[in-house]
């Protein structure tokens, strides 16, 4: 249901106190499985958001050769469609779906997009829009739909009945990227839409801004591990300023291990600004690198975490907000 040109609005069950919003990303890359959607059906969330990679349909063999010797590593539609009846299928994942009450919403990362680090000159990206929205099953009348001209960007309004409202924005950091410019990763119109997103929704109780990859670190190994440059960052940073945006708290993927930053931001915010990254579904970067937990801590720059990277485990990232004694109580867990 929409409650504006864009925003969809999901309404949680009756009588339930909370929003819980879990997300999650990176699943199934070639043989990892996992059973994480059997902890996550258990953690009973009100909406669930795939923030990129919910399968592997690119190449996976070619990556490492990309962009040296091919242009992209896309591999057919075929695989493209037998990768994501592979999540689909996946048992706990479709019993996930099936039997709880979970709406289930996202937004594309580069493996799921069609190719590694993909930017806005893909060939096939029209192509892959409509397996993606299939995948997630996106009614056919939204904008994503209707307008190609645009990425897959979304806002979404949760609400409850006691009038709790938190706002989820769904960032498309690949159909405008421009890897080979300036490197904005959102292009001119979606901006604009984010502005207007948050001039329209200025009294939610919660702002989550969801990106496929990280928003705050940067890190000069950026093939490897990618994220928004300096300027990126600080042209968001400058347009929650300028919106006056409490209350934000950034969500990510991508990089198969979760880290929770806390960046200093109270001179120009107000607030400390959180951003809670979450990857690795069914497979994580410690499996196959021995002591990254060591090495990622030592790259990560301290301003941006107070804490060392500890999460080389299968994970999940969860938001629960609630009402107490008339203040908002926010739970941040990964």
Not at 166 to 184: E, N, Q, S
Request: proline share 4%; aromatic share 12%; with cysteine.
């Amino acid at each position: 249901m929409s409650i504006d040109r864009t925003t969809q609005l999901i309404k949680v069950r009756p009588k339930k106190a909370s929003v819980k919003i879990i997300f999650g990303s990176c699943f199934q890359m070639e043989d990892f499985k996992s059973e994480i959607f059997g902890a996550i059906q258990k953690e009973d969330p009100d909406v669930f958001s795939w923030l990129g990679d919910a399968a592997y349909v690119d190449d996976m063999k070619y990556v490492f050769l990309q962009p040296h010797v091919f242009a992209d590593n896309f591999h057919s539609f075929e695989k493209v469609r037998e990768r994501f009846w592979m999540t689909e299928s996946d048992p706990f994942y479709r019993r996930f779906v099936q039997e709880s009450l979970v709406q289930v919403v996202g937004v594309w990362d580069d493996h799921d997009y069609g190719t590694n680090n993909g930017d806005r000159t893909f060939r096939h990206k029209q192509e892959m829009r409509e397996l993606f929205l299939d995948f997630i099953k996106e009614p056919q009348n939204t904008l994503r739909r209707r307008e190609k001209q645009r990425g897959i960007y979304q806002d979404y309004l949760v609400v409850n009945e006691e009038g709790l409202e938190v706002l989820l924005v769904l960032l498309d950091i690949r159909f405008h990227y421009d890897k080979a410019g300036d490197k904005d990763r959102l292009g001119p119109e979606q901006w604009k839409w984010l502005r207007e997103t948050l001039r329209a929704h200025k009294h939610v109780d919660l702002t989550l801004i969801a990106s496929g990859v990280q928003v705050l670190p940067f890190r000069e190994y950026q093939e490897v591990e990618e994220s928004f440059t300096p300027f990126v960052r600080d042209r968001l940073l400058r347009l929650l300023e300028e919106e006056e945006r409490s209350s934000v708290v950034l969500l990510s993927g991508d990089v198969h291990y979760t880290q929770f930053f806390n960046t200093p931001c109270r001179a120009r915010l107000g607030y400390d600004l959180l951003e809670l990254c979450s990857s690795g579904l069914s497979h994580i970067l410690g499996k196959v690198v021995p002591y990254a937990d060591l090495i990622l801590s030592e790259m990560t720059p301290r301003i941006y975490t107070s804490t060392p990277v500890e999460g080389m485990k299968l994970n999940f990232g969860s938001i629960e907000v609630k009402r107490e004694d008339g203040d908002i109580a926010i739970k941040l867990q990964s």
